[in-house]
């Protein structure tokens, strides 16, 4: 493995999960990667992302050094053959490839402009850093995927999922009050298709998924109707791709509550997190012990051990 972008990049992931697992019961290898150093780059906000690379890079003994680089860096150019006599102070072609020189890996988080889905899909942010930075990059979320998420998602589910059929995965659209990216239902998607669960995508009409990602997958609009016989249900809120950006239904009925979980097989919960409480989901919910969104927040930090061991190699 020499990047972590997208599910594309794993060798297998049933041993990268194994690795995940044995990481979580066995998580402190000091000696492991003394004197290596990763470099966390976030230009948008992050709880998880940050704390849990932060932690997975120590448990292994490698330092982590995290740069919040919209507030502390130099705004950054992206353009090639910009001249740069605006307000932004340096390019992403000195800027990647300086901290390629101090750091054996390099995370980003770059989240999309929802504003030219083009633009977005074409992952600028995340291919110039990836082109200019000589050494291994993990994306940290990207404006079209979150691997991190999605891999301590297959985590969780691996680790609750003890029999030898499929369980039915459900990933269901939720209202939100503002416009959010579609990355973590694109890499949620990518993934389950790898791990080979049964998928399910429900949401309402005008929010289908890029079709690179929904492709071979069953969708309706019938939220009932998909969440009959469920065992994991992710429930995400996203914006529009057909029509980019755009939040084109506040339905209510799609908040997840308590009547909802009743139509499942006593699904487990999920959520990659944050989640506004009595808008994507009811208390109830998340308050239930069928709710696993601590869960996956704890794996995330073993699902950054076990990439970061790969790629720290
Ligand atoms: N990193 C995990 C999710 C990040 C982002 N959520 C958000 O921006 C929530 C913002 C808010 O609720 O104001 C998303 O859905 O892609
Ligand atoms: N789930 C997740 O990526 O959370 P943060 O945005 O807080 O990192």
């Not at 690795?19 to 004197?35: E, I, R, S, V």
């Not at 790898?194 to 019938?222: C, K, M, R, W």
Request: include cysteine.
């Amino acid at each position: 493995m020499n990047k972590f972008t997208s599910v594309q990049d794993i060798e297998s992931l049933p041993s990268l999960v194994d690795q995940a697992l044995k990481f979580k019961a066995n998580q402190f290898h000091p000696n492991a990667y003394a004197g290596k150093s990763v470099g966390l780059v976030f230009l948008n906000p992050s709880l998880r992302t940050r704390l849990s690379s932060l932690k997975a890079a120590r448990n292994l003994g490698a330092e982590a050094v995290v740069l919040d680089i919209s507030k502390d860096g130099w705004a950054l150019e992206f353009e090639d053959g910009k001249v740069m006599d605006g307000n932004k102070a340096e390019h992403i072609k000195e800027a990647a490839a300086v901290m390629g020189r101090y750091f054996d890996v390099l995370g980003i988080r770059t989240f999309p402009g929802l504003a030219n889905r083009d633009e977005d899909y074409a992952e600028e942010l995340l291919n110039a850093f990836i082109k200019y930075a000589g050494v291994p990059v993990v994306s940290l979320e990207s404006a079209t995927r979150h691997p991190l998420q999605s891999l301590a998602d297959v985590v969780s589910i691996k680790e609750k999922w003890n029999k030898t059929e499929k369980p039915k995965v459900v990933l269901t659209w939720a209202p939100h009050v503002k416009a959010l990216p579609q990355a973590v239902p694109n890499s949620f998607v990518e993934w389950m298709k790898v791990a080979d669960v049964d998928l399910t995508i429900t949401h309402p009409e005008g929010y289908d998924l890029a079709q690179e990602f929904s492709e071979g997958v069953n969708v309706t609009y019938n939220q009932q109707e998909a969440l009959k016989d469920a065992d994991f249900v992710y429930v995400k809120n996203w914006s529009s791709y057909t029509d980019y950006g755009k939040i084109l239904s506040q339905n209510e009925s799609w908040r997840f509550s308590m009547e909802h979980l009743a139509l499942t097989n006593n699904a487990k919960i999920m959520h990659c997190l944050p989640v506004r409480r009595g808008v994507v989901m009811d208390d109830a919910v998340l308050d239930s012990p069928n709710a696993i969104h601590l869960d996956q927040a704890e794996n995330r930090v073993y699902a950054a051990q076990a990439v970061f061991n790969e790629l720290l190699k």
